[in-house]
């Protein structure tokens, strides 16, 4: 790289610092300008959390990458780097496993890191993460000019510096998030897509305020979770959310399990005792599935948000509680009042501000994401270094409907790694999950959408779905070709393909052209 070229990119990382851009978008160029600069195969910038890194922006990586969340005490690469305050490089023969084996975007036939190195970065002399290089090829780091390096290292935590200055704000919310979220990722609300934006945006402007939220969504979407990211970023943080199933309250104690009793009060009760709204109190109560809620119980709910008193059972004191209530139902409620089913005037009550929660099939590539920090999970579970998707299985979890929703793509990744482990010869090393490991039926009617002439394309049903992507891939290909005439780069270029992955997947379909 001539020196006038070097200046140009690093000063437009420089510029960079005084623009108005999102993190992401400063993390991302940073990671685009380092393999300008530096001769590498994948780059990743990495946020300390909590015993966790996690991926901020990646580069040369599989999308899923970016849902993983690496355990510290089970990458010990990733604990080294962390614990240097200088650049670490790892030999080649390094026995040690590398956490991106099997994730950087390249043919199978290659999965394993053979020069990997990663400096810790710090921000104002506290550590906030680290910046990772990794490339397939041995002696690839030993051109790398260390004056070069240490520069753009400096820019890094600069740029890191900045985007956390101009989200300070957000990172006190944070911060107090954080310690809900310490002990299970679970609670993370995952997606870059702009149905997830804009339901954190809702999130972030109702949790402020005491009013009451009604969250809709099928089963499956994550409506528990929403609630617990509406109370964690709520003044009433620092006391309990209390959750409530209402679909499984027995009816004949359901009275008791909400508003509590007095000793005496029936056959059993043999002593006075609390119950979830007044075990709330000054906190937030989570009315799960309210929907099926008995008419009798919606009544004393109703009283009791109207007065803000509760009244145990066998008792004639009323006890003042303060709560938030959020509710959640995958029911039409307005139907449900239309049809007699659902007190009008609590329907009212609880939909204050209604949050809706899309369905998983509308949400795009945070399917890949989810299915990153779910295989994360499956590969500690299951003990093995790695755990990847091969392309057509990615393929299919994006084209599948997903009527369970997140769930199911939980389960459904937990079943599919358990098969591709035990099917594999050496399941301690990196796993590869392929088509015949995803028990699903795919939709070839999405993906019919992505082709001009989709009429055209018919794939046999009696197929397995790796047969049936291959079918769909050759005719896609060969409609392609004949348009351009036999042209590879405009068939390529189309397609967003590189040349050379295009003409292996020519020699794999066997497309002759």
């Not at 851009?21 to 994948?42: G, K």
């Not at 139902?329 to 501000?353: I, M, S």
Request: hydrophobic share 40%; charged share 20%.
């Amino acid at each position: 790289m001539t020196t006038d070229l070097l200046l140009k990119t690093l000063m437009s990382l420089i510029n960079d610092l005084s623009r108005q851009l999102s993190p992401q978008q400063r993390y991302q160029h940073l990671l685009e300008t380092l393999r300008t600069l530096f001769p590498c195969d994948a780059c990743a910038l990495l946020k300390h959390e909590p015993n966790y890194l996690v991926p901020l922006a990646i580069n040369g990586l599989s999308e899923d990458t970016l849902g993983r969340r690496f355990l510290i005490s089970e990458q010990p690469r990733l604990a080294t780097i962390l614990k240097s305050r200088g650049l670490i490089r790892f030999p080649a023969n390094s026995p040690l496993p590398d956490p991106y084996d099997g994730l950087i975007d390249n043919d199978e036939t290659q999965l394993h890191i053979h020069d990997c190195m990663g400096v810790a970065l710090y921000i104002d002399d506290k550590i906030w993460g680290v910046l990772t290089f990794d490339a397939l090829i041995p002696a690839t780091f030993d051109v790398i000019n260390q004056q070069m390096l240490q520069t753009f290292i400096g820019l890094t935590e600069a740029t890191v510096k900045v985007a956390n200055l101009i989200v300070s704000l957000e990172s006190r919310v944070k911060q107090v998030e954080q310690t809900l979220l310490e002990e299970s990722c679970r609670l993370e609300m995952i997606g870059n897509s702009s149905q997830m934006q804009l339901l954190n945006h809702e999130i972030s402007v109702v949790a402020h305020s005491d009013l009451s939220v009604l969250i809709l969504g099928e089963t499956g979407v994550g409506k528990e979770l929403v609630a617990h990211q509406i109370h964690a970023l709520s003044q009433r943080v620092k006391k309990a959310m209390v959750y409530v199933n209402c679909a499984a309250l027995p009816e004949n104690i359901a009275e008791s399990e909400l508003f509590g009793h007095i000793k005496g009060a029936f056959s059993g009760a043999i002593a006075d005792r609390s119950g979830k709204f007044e075990l709330a109190d000054g906190g937030t109560i989570f009315l799960d599935e309210i929907g099926d809620l008995p008419l009798t119980l919606q009544a004393k709910i109703l009283r009791t948000l109207q007065n803000g008193e509760i009244q145990r059972v066998g008792s004639d004191a009323y006890i003042k509680v303060n709560i938030r209530v959020i509710a959640a139902t995958n029911r039409n409620l307005q139907k449900g009042v239309v049809e007699g089913n659902f007190r009008p005037d609590l329907y009212h009550r609880l939909a204050v501000y209604p949050i809706s929660v899309p369905p998983l099939r509308e949400r795009g590539k945070d399917v890949l994401l989810l299915s990153g920090l779910f295989l994360e999970k499956n590969k500690q579970r299951l003990a093995v270094q790695g755990l990847r998707l091969e392309e057509a299985a990615k393929q299919a979890l994006l084209n599948y409907h997903w009527p369970g929703n997140i769930r199911e793509l939980e389960h459904l990744l937990s079943r599919a790694a358990l098969k591709a482990v035990s099917t594999t010869e050496s399941p301690k090393n990196i796993v590869t999950i392929r088509c015949q490991h995803l028990d699903i039926t795919i939709n070839t009617e999405s993906l019919s959408l992505a082709v001009d002439e989709s009429k055209v394309v018919v794939i046999p049903t009696q197929k397995n779905l790796k047969m049936q992507i291959d079918e769909f891939q050759r005719q896609l290909i060969t409609q392609k070709l004949a348009k351009y005439k036999g042209n590879k780069a405009k068939t390529a270029l189309d397609l967003g393909l590189n040349r050379s992955n295009f003409h292996r997947l020519l020699k794999r379909l066997q497309i002759v052209k």
